[in-house]
């Protein structure tokens, strides 16, 4: 048997508007699952006893809600994707829902592909080291660090120059640090080579 036979189970709920709910809980919820408390709603809304048969259609759902959203599916599409075993009227009803918050959650998603474009940071083009007292306190001696860095296309500054002063002991630990992460970078390299 399919585990589409599980969206008969929506034929329980007592109103079209419970069945957008769960829709929309199960879109807010996509990234981090159902809590405890919205699965108990849709158990009573859909007068369920317990998780074994609600589990299955939440899958179903969720599956129906990806490929409408991610493949941008149009209306005689997204009757397509229903199984024959799935009653018509269930699948002009997910149909109708489906295309009423199809445009919004598109929208959610381009929103976070916007957010999660990555900041470009500029790349190092040279770097220079000299030794002076400037700035430093009581005459110690500190290395000081020229970078010049070039930005993005997009930047209004495409060439910067950073320069920054460091004492022996900060010299010292930033040092070890930079040693640290080659140490860890090579074992990565050798262990992704290995497999």
């Not at 036979?5 to 919820?29: C, D, F, P, Q, V």
């Not at 490929?67 to 009803?93: G, T, W």
Request: hydrophobic share 35%; net charge neutral; glycine share 4%.
């Amino acid at each position: 048997m399919s585990v589409w036979k599980h969206l008969a189970l929506l034929g329980r709920a007592n109103s079209k508007e419970s069945i957008e709910y769960i829709l929309e809980a199960l879109w807010r919820t996509r990234k981090t699952g159902l809590d405890a408390a919205d699965r108990q709603i849709f158990r009573e809304m859909l007068q369920l006893p317990n998780d074994s048969d609600l589990d299955p259609l939440l899958v179903c759902l969720r599956i129906l809600i990806r490929k409408c959203v991610y493949e941008n599916s149009k209306k005689d599409e997204i009757q397509k994707l229903f199984p024959a075993e799935v009653q018509p009227e269930l699948q002009r009803l997910l149909t109708l829902l489906l295309q009423k918050f199809q445009k919004e959650w598109r929208e959610d998603i381009a929103k976070e592909d916007t957010a999660n474009d990555r900041v470009i940071l500029p790349q190092l083009r040279a770097m220079t080291w000299s030794r002076g007292n400037e700035g430093s306190e009581i005459g110690d001696p500190a290395a000081i660090t020229n970078l010049k860095l070039r930005g993005d296309e997009k930047s209004s500054c495409k060439e910067n120059d950073v320069q920054f002063h460091l004492r022996k002991g900060t010299l010292e630990t930033m040092l070890k640090s930079m040693y640290s992460v080659r140490s860890q970078l090579s074992d990565d390299v050798q262990i992704s080579n290995r497999s």
